[in-house]
């Protein structure tokens, strides 16, 4: 009979080998390109993964017990960016290996999310980038690794396009046919705008854009506190 044979090993090898078997690969979207180079710059400078330091993110989303999202969905301008999508896309992801148990709670928290709200569109990439947005963004602008926040409120620039709209006092389709048509032609459909007045959801950057050009206006004024945005246009 044949002898079976066993590779020796120290526990703490064990451990590690059992623990390599276990990653669980994820990719990570992480907004914008100079978001990506200011993560791994703080994970390089602190000697530790950039899977650990969002791993930590994740972690105290996870026990905060607060699930809100208010990141919104990236839309990708070629046009505007200079790079075709695919491309804008690659320039801001990283591939990732995480200890399986935090991938797990994420999942978990967002089941029970969905379980409890069977109509939140809450998904990994939201959370990872809501979870980044609160414990690691404001970090990276403290040490001057990053100018200033990627993650906008785009519900905070869709009121102030409304407040801006009404002060003009000017009706849905009149803002349209004046600020958002090019040669006669128009950008968006009613509903359309419609929906990114009421919800900020959309791509409401590519409003904006048309909007700021022909008031020779810096975009993020529609991103200021509403406020501040008020006092602008009285």
Known sequence: ??????????????????????????????????????????SESI??????????????????????????????????????????????QISLDFDPGIINSVDKTIKRIKDELPKSKITRLLFIQEAIKRYLEPELIRLNLLEASVFKDKLLAAKNLTTFRKSMEMSRNKFIDTYL???????????????????GKGNIDRILDLLTEKLNLEKDVFYESELSFKSRFR
Do not use: H
């Open 1 to 42: 009979m044949a002898v079976k044979r066993y590779r020796v090993v120290t526990f703490s090898q064990y451990k590690d080998d059992k623990k390599n078997k276990e990653y669980v690969k994820v990719i990570i979207n992480a907004r914008t390109k100079e978001l990506k180079q200011a993560i791994v710059k703080y």
């Open 47 to 92: 000697n530790t993964s950039v899977s650990v330091v969002i791993g930590e993110a994740l972690q105290k989303m996870v026990d905060s017990k607060d699930y809100s999202i208010s990141v919104f969905r990236v839309y990708d301008e070629s046009s505007v960016s200079g790079i075709d999508t695919r491309e804008n896309m690659i320039s801001r």
């Open 181 to 199: 048509t090019i040669e006669g032609k128009s950008q968006i459909s009613y509903p359309q705008y419609t929906v990114i007045e009421n919800s």
